[in-house]
């Protein structure tokens, strides 16, 4: 779902090339996420910081990472949430109740989480247990397409008046895919917009980290 999804968005990197996934998981857009923690980890090595933790993932020469095998490097560490993280099955996250309405308060927004449990529910009502109350059963509803899109900035970044984004994505984050803020920045960029993208070494899920580098961002931008 994820690759065909991606793919349909023509996503470019600076020389034009086409950003694509195949059906499992490889292509250039994954080489493009490898480049990214690539420059990373080398920002970080010119900075006498420790990157050994994740010396397995890497190919180092000369004191400089050449290579990234993104499988090792994703493997590394724990993970905080675990499949489906947002879309919960029984609608029970934050993300459920941000697509819900004045009628049902959490809601269903991806049509995967959404047929997993409809099966179960199909499957409960054809058994006939109606009475069983070991058994819960969640009947679950879809939200409404118009507010799956409104939730969606892809399908607006290409109006946006905005010029300048700056756009920052932890090297460790564990609680969001770097594919996402990739494909925000790289959209974003395909659009027209001036973007400074880049996954900080060491960092996880969080902000306020370099605020003198936002900072002088800023100063570069409005002083112009």
């Given at each position: 779902m994820?690759?065909s999804y991606l793919?349909?968005?023509?996503?470019?990197d600076?020389?034009?090339n086409?950003?694509?996934?195949?059906?499992n998981?490889?292509?250039?857009?994954?080489?493009?996420l490898?480049l990214?923690?690539?420059?990373?980890?080398?920002?970080?090595?010119?900075?006498?910081?420790?990157?050994s933790?994740f010396?397995?993932?890497?190919t180092?020469?000369?004191?400089?990472?050449?290579a990234?095998?993104l499988?090792?490097y994703t493997?590394?560490?724990?993970r905080?949430?675990?499949?489906?993280?947002?879309?919960s099955?029984?609608?029970s996250s934050?993300?459920?109740n941000?697509?819900?309405?004045k009628r049902?308060?959490?809601?269903?927004f991806?049509?995967f989480?959404?047929?997993i449990v409809?099966?179960?529910?199909?499957?409960y009502?054809q058994?006939?247990?109606?009475n069983d109350?070991s058994?819960?059963?969640v009947?679950?509803?879809?939200?409404d397409?118009n507010?799956?899109k409104?939730?969606?900035?892809?399908?607006?970044?290409?109006?946006t008046?905005t010029k300048y984004?700056?756009?920052?994505?932890?090297?460790?984050?564990?609680?969001t895919?770097?594919?996402i803020?990739?494909i925000?920045a790289i959209?974003?960029?395909n659009?027209?917009?001036?973007?400074?993208f880049?996954?900080?070494?060491?960092?996880?899920h969080g902000g306020?980290?370099?605020?003198?580098?936002?900072?002088?961002w800023?100063?570069t931008?409005?002083n112009?």
């Open positions: 994820f690759p793919n349909n968005l023509k996503l470019k600076d020389k034009g086409l950003l694509t996934l195949d059906k998981g490889n292509g250039t857009f994954k080489s493009y490898s990214i923690i690539k420059n990373s980890a080398n920002k970080a090595l010119a900075e006498g910081k420790d990157i933790e010396k397995k993932a890497f180092i020469e000369n004191d400089k990472v050449i990234v095998d499988d090792v493997h590394i560490g724990d905080m949430k675990s499949p489906p993280a947002f879309d099955l029984d609608a934050g993300e459920n941000l697509f819900g309405d049902t308060d959490n809601k269903n991806t049509k989480s959404f047929d409809n099966k179960e529910a199909i499957e009502y058994k006939g247990k109606f109350k058994i819960k059963v009947i679950p509803k879809m939200a397409k507010i799956i409104m939730m969606n900035p892809m399908n607006y970044l290409d109006n008046p984004w700056r756009i920052r994505h932890g090297a460790i984050d564990k609680d895919s770097l594919a803020p990739a925000l959209k974003l960029k659009s027209g917009k001036v973007v400074d880049a996954s900080p070494w060491g960092q996880g306020d980290y370099d605020l003198d580098e936002l900072f002088n800023i100063d931008i409005v112009k």
